[in-house]
């Protein structure tokens, strides 16, 4: 069953035409991974989705409500978080506090303490240096809090927009290993990623997107044997 469908998706910079009609479908339990160069329009669908990027035309229903012009705290309440492009962590707060801050609509009651713990326990670095200023973590350890903090939320649908970009090639296997994990215990993927080799190897389905339109899906195994997408992507 469809968890998130996006149907039509119109956007527009000004007079730029970022996303010309985009359609997909993610299913409840799937990893589903969006493909594509830079500028393809990859992020703006995540954020136009997420209600931070306005669409001129089309719709989007996330586990079955309308969403398309509801408010971004509003759409985050009903189970979806985003994991954004750079991390963006508060580089202020602790560790702990940015966690925090992803339940900030949830009560802190025995099951957010439990949920702090079980960020720790996915996380052991994030635990070791909870009281740390977020600032000044590395990038790979950022990339970890941005995770945990989007986790506090209790999504359905967790949206991660380049979570490999700018890590070494070790924590870049570390972060696709924690995804399939987050899978596995039942949290639905949208995955943003240009390392197309590693997401389309952990993805049920994908889709490529080329200036602002689709225009090639298929399992995670097609696209890898697409000669097509091996040109564009894969190095060969």
Not at 58 to 66: E, H, K, L, P, S
Not at 217 to 222: I, N
């Given at each position: 069953?469809?968890l998130l469908?996006v149907?039509d998706?119109?956007?527009?910079y000004?007079?730029i035409?970022?996303?010309?009609g985009?359609s997909?479908e993610v299913?409840?339990?799937?990893?589903?991974?969006l493909i594509?160069a830079?500028?393809a329009?990859?992020?703006t669908?995540?954020?136009s989705?997420?209600?931070?990027?306005?669409a001129r035309h089309g719709t989007?229903?996330?586990?079955?409500?309308?969403?398309?012009?509801?408010?971004?705290h509003?759409i985050?309440?009903?189970?979806?978080?985003q994991?954004?492009e750079?991390?963006?962590v508060?580089?202020?707060l602790t560790v702990?506090e940015n966690l925090?801050?992803g339940?900030y609509?949830r009560k802190?009651d025995?099951?957010?303490?439990?949920?702090?713990?079980?960020?720790y326990?996915?996380f052991?670095?994030?635990?070791e240096?909870k009281?740390?200023?977020?600032g000044?973590?590395?990038?790979?350890?950022q990339q970890m809090?941005?995770m945990g903090?989007a986790?506090?939320?209790k999504?359905?649908?967790?949206?991660?927009d380049?979570?490999?970009?700018?890590?070494s090639?070790?924590?870049v296997?570390?972060v696709?290993d924690?995804?399939k994990d987050?899978?596995k215990?039942?949290t639905t993927i949208?995955l943003?990623?240009?390392?197309?080799?590693?997401?389309?190897a952990?993805s049920?389905?994908?889709?490529?997107?080329e200036t602002?339109?689709?225009?090639?899906?298929?399992?995670g195994e097609?696209?890898?044997q697409?000669?097509?997408?091996k040109e564009?992507?894969?190095?060969?």
């Amino acid at each position: 069953m469809a968890l998130l469908e996006v149907k039509d998706l119109e956007v527009y910079y000004g007079v730029i035409n970022a996303l010309k009609g985009v359609s997909f479908e993610v299913n409840e339990g799937e990893i589903v991974t969006l493909i594509g160069a830079n500028g393809a329009g990859k992020t703006t669908t995540m954020q136009s989705i997420i209600g931070l990027i306005p669409a001129r035309h089309g719709t989007v229903i996330y586990d079955g409500n309308d969403i398309s012009k509801m408010p971004c705290h509003k759409i985050v309440n009903l189970g979806m978080s985003q994991v954004p492009e750079g991390r963006r962590v508060f580089q202020e707060l602790t560790v702990y506090e940015n966690l925090v801050m992803g339940a900030y609509l949830r009560k802190q009651d025995n099951e957010f303490k439990a949920d702090i713990e079980r960020i720790y326990e996915r996380f052991p670095r994030l635990a070791e240096r909870k009281n740390q200023i977020a600032g000044t973590l590395s990038g790979g350890e950022q990339q970890m809090l941005a995770m945990g903090r989007a986790l506090m939320s209790k999504p359905k649908l967790l949206m991660l927009d380049e979570p490999s970009m700018g890590l070494s090639p070790l924590l870049v296997d570390q972060v696709f290993d924690i995804i399939k994990d987050i899978n596995k215990d039942g949290t639905t993927i949208l995955l943003v990623e240009q390392n197309a080799g590693k997401s389309l190897a952990i993805s049920d389905r994908a889709y490529v997107l080329e200036t602002g339109a689709i225009v090639l899906s298929g399992t995670g195994e097609e696209l890898s044997q697409s000669e097509k997408v091996k040109e564009a992507y894969l190095g060969g």
